[in-house]
């Protein structure tokens, strides 16, 4: 029996009929489930889909750009160079329990094809190495303000080639850098995924033309 990772959950419409979609949507490095709690209402979801949305937390460890500070981490961030030297095993071991609770979705009734793996900054990172090697479809992959830190590790599934892929970036964002977004998109477009991507004047946050975007985007995804 798996031990699930502590989560916030949201439901929207939950007496309109049975929850049948999900949305599992991974903080940045040093927050919590509690960060992305306050965008559900924002989003305007259709009325009539009933969609569970699961904020985990991270597990706490050190992380060695800020000093070794125990923090909420999905994992160490060990350089903050361009090319972001991680802890590759440490993220294998957060996708993994995220895979855990996507089972449990699926447990619940929850097809796969309608659950979106979603994530911000490091969360984005993780959720990039879930959802492009899940052996089965999956409704979507969003990513915010992230970078694809395990395109050698990753073990790309078929089942996931045509799924939509959404890639937002803040264009001024001073900790993960647009290129990074864009580096993303790039190579994701040269193996034929089918990716958006748009990007804000704002930093390493989110920003409400934004959250109406994601909104329209999870509509279709999960319609």
């Not at 979609?21 to 927050?31: K, N, Q, S, T, Y």
């Not at 802890?87 to 996507?102: F, P, R």
């Not at 034929?192 to 109406?212: E, F, L, R």
Request: proline share 6%.
């Amino acid at each position: 029996m798996s031990n699930y990772l502590d989560a916030v959950v949201v439901e929207h419409n939950p007496s309109q009929k049975k929850i049948d979609r999900a949305v599992i949507w991974l903080h940045g490095l040093g927050a919590s489930g509690h960060d992305f709690e306050p965008v559900v209402p924002q989003l305007g979801l259709a009325d009539d889909m009933a969609v569970r949305f699961i904020f985990p937390h991270a597990p706490k460890r050190p992380v060695t750009v800020n000093g070794g500070m125990v923090m909420p981490a999905w994992y160490d961030i060990i350089e903050m160079s361009l090319e972001r030297k991680v802890d590759v095993t440490q993220i294998e071991e957060s996708a993994q329990q995220i895979q855990d609770l996507i089972s449990r979705e699926i447990e619940r009734g929850v097809l796969p094809e309608h659950i979106v793996i979603a994530g911000f900054s490091q969360g984005g990172a993780v959720a990039y190495h879930v959802a492009l090697g899940y052996p089965k479809r999956l409704a979507g992959l969003m990513t915010l303000s992230t970078y694809l830190a395990t395109n050698d590790n990753i073990e790309y599934s078929a089942a996931n080639k045509d799924m939509p892929i959404l890639i937002e970036h803040g264009s001024h964002d001073p900790v993960v850098p647009v290129i990074l977004g864009e580096q993303a998109q790039q190579l994701l477009s040269a193996k034929d995924y089918n990716v958006s991507y748009n990007t804000y004047p704002m930093a390493h946050q989110v920003c409400m033309p934004q959250i109406q975007n994601i909104g329209k985007w999870l509509n279709t995804v999960l319609a």
